[in-house]
Nanobody
Framework: QVQLVESGGGLVQAGDSLRLSCVAS????????MGWFRQAPGKEREVVAT????????YYSDSVKGRFEIDRDNAKSTLYLQMDSLNAEDTAVYYC????????????????WGQGTQVTVSS
């Protein structure tokens, strides 16, 4: 098991940027594929972006492609999500997640989750 703690959320205006961080502990992060997911009120949790164990392969949902960037620093056991050009539809609780070895876009395939960080974008 790996423990995950997100930070960096907040209240911003449309067009602003935020950078989320997720610090891992308990296991070597390099053994885990990582993902950012989000859940808005009344909606199911959805994938935002994923990244392979060493960062060579990334995936972005269509709704964030070109605006968000996922990155990781295994030496610092930290996952990042740079979010630019935020809009009201990005308002949600953002979660980081980890699973052994290979990436996936389905939330059910991840067995390690952080507690989430709230991102609110006012229009």
């Amino acid at each position: 098991q790996v423990q995950l703690v997100e930070s960096g959320g907040g209240l911003v205006q449309a067009g602003d940027s935020l950078r989320l961080s997720c610090v891992a502990s308990g296991r070597a992060l390099s053994n885990y594929a990582m993902g950012w997911f989000r859940q808005a009120p009344g909606k199911e949790r959805e994938v935002v972006a994923t990244i392979s164990t060493r960062g060579g392969t990334t995936y972005y949902s269509d709704s964030v492609k070109g605006r968000f960037e996922i990155d990781r620093d295994n030496a610092k056991s930290t996952l990042y999500l740079q979010m630019d050009s935020l809009n009201a539809e990005d308002t949600a609780v953002y979660y980081c997640a980890a699973r052994r070895l290979t990436t996936a876009t389905l939330a059910d395939l991840y067995d390690n989750w952080g507690q989430g960080t709230q991102v609110t974008v006012s229009s």
